[in-house]
């Protein structure tokens, strides 16, 4: 689950932490350059000394390329982070976006509300967080059995 409560429970303060799945980890963006660099390559070896290799490496090493800023540029989109701590009088959240900036929210914790948007949100089974005249998302990255289960679990965690 991209999400874990960093704090055993009943501990104060409370922290979670929320972020993107990442489905390919280093070693698989490697393996994964690796064996398409390797399956480009295999048609070259027939036209070895001919006009025809110079004609189409510029744009197989042009194709691997976009791969390569693609996957590049999907990994650095996922950095996402939001962490939410509630302490015995706040609830705060700061969400942390793929360009580094920060931003943050806070409430009195008692007056702190968990809503789940069935089909009304941008997602299905949206979670907000209302207070302080504010309503903020959390964990929109997340998959709709996963932002079910977030919902359970925050509305537990806020309620005591």
């Known amino acids: 689950m991209p999400y874990e409560w960093?704090?055993?429970?009943?501990?104060?303060?409370?922290?979670?932490?929320?972020?993107?799945h990442q489905?390919?980890?280093?070693?698989?963006?490697?393996a994964f350059m690796l064996a398409t660099f390797t399956l480009a390559m295999i048609p070259f070896?027939?036209?070895?000394?001919?006009?025809?290799?110079?004609?189409?490496?510029?744009?197989v090493l042009l194709a691997l390329g976009a791969v390569y800023w693609a996957l590049q540029h999907?990994?650095?989109?996922?950095?996402?982070?939001?962490?939410?701590?509630?302490?015995?009088?706040?609830?705060?959240l700061v969400h942390t976006t793929a360009k580094g900036e920060v931003k943050d929210w806070d409430c009195n914790r008692y007056w702190t509300q968990v809503k789940k948007y069935d089909d009304d949100g941008p997602v299905p089974h949206y979670v907000t967080l209302r207070g302080e005249g504010r309503e903020v998302e959390?964990?929109?990255?997340?998959?709709?059995?996963?932002r079910i289960a977030l919902y359970d679990d925050l509305a537990r965690h806020l309620q005591n």
């Open 6 to 20: 960093t704090t055993p429970p009943r501990a104060t303060p409370q922290q979670m932490r929320l972020w993107p």
């Open 23 to 30: 489905s390919l980890p280093a070693r698989g963006f490697a």
């Open 45 to 59: 070896f027939a036209m070895l000394g001919t006009a025809l290799l110079w004609g189409l490496l510029p744009f």
């Open 74 to 92: 999907n990994h650095r989109a996922r950095q996402i982070e939001e962490v939410l701590t509630l302490d015995d009088t706040t609830a705060r």
């Open 138 to 146: 959390i964990g929109a990255f997340l998959s709709e059995e996963e």
